[in-house]
């Protein structure tokens, strides 16, 4: 077997434990609304990318939660190193240890996938399965939840700028394709592009 292919059936593995785990905290929790988060489904949108060999979809689902988890896992390293209070991560620690782990884990979700994707050519049918994806959450969001629970922030955006623009929750698809879904678009493009770059020889 392949280094990549061990290293795929791994991330795989690990992925589809850590949706287990989080299915069962929030079922413990009694909180089960709490998988209308997109992160906390995100593994099992990578792993099912994976499976089918759709690439473009395991980057459509990075597109999304990069860089939400790679600012979770920021504010949980801040607070543990140093105390610092980055939005509302110190929070989570009022959790149980398990449960703290569990959330720690679930936020590499999107990294180890783009460990596995970043030497693959974004195209543009991914900004459109990200576009899909968020519309799917949004409709979902708005259905099932409350705007006290303000799931995927869809409510307010108090969490991480301290106040909420006027028509915010109207708008919340937009501002997430373009404040969130482009950059890391791009930014998986640029890494793509670097991956092609041959080592100069000596």
């Not at 799931?151 to 404040?179: E, R």
Request: charged letters at 10%; a positive charge; one cysteine or more.
């Amino acid at each position: 077997m392949k280094a990549s292919k061990l290293n795929q059936n791994i991330i795989i593995a690990y992925l589809l434990l850590i949706q287990a785990a989080v299915i069962l905290r929030n079922a413990f929790n009694g909180t089960h609304i709490y998988l209308l988060w997109f992160c906390d489904f995100a593994p099992l949108l990578i792993v099912v990318g994976l499976i089918i060999k759709d690439n473009q979809f395991v980057k459509a689902t990075i597109n999304i939660t990069l860089i939400g988890q790679a600012a979770v896992i920021l504010g949980i390293i801040l607070f543990m190193a140093a105390g610092i209070k980055l939005w509302d991560t110190a929070e989570l620690f009022k959790e149980p240890v398990i449960a703290i782990i569990i959330t720690l884990l679930l936020h590499l979700a999107s990294m180890l996938g783009l460990i596995l994707e970043y030497n693959k050519k974004p195209s543009r049918i991914a900004l459109l399965y990200s576009f899909i994806m968020v519309l799917v959450f949004y409709l979902l969001t708005a259905a099932f939840s409350s705007p006290g629970q303000n799931i995927n922030l869809v409510y307010s955006s108090d969490y991480i700028l301290g106040f909420t623009p006027a028509y915010y929750t109207l708008s919340w698809p937009i501002l997430v394709f373009l404040l969130v879904i482009i950059p890391t678009y791009y930014l998986q493009k640029g890494l793509y592009l670097l991956s092609r770059k041959k080592p100069i020889k000596k």
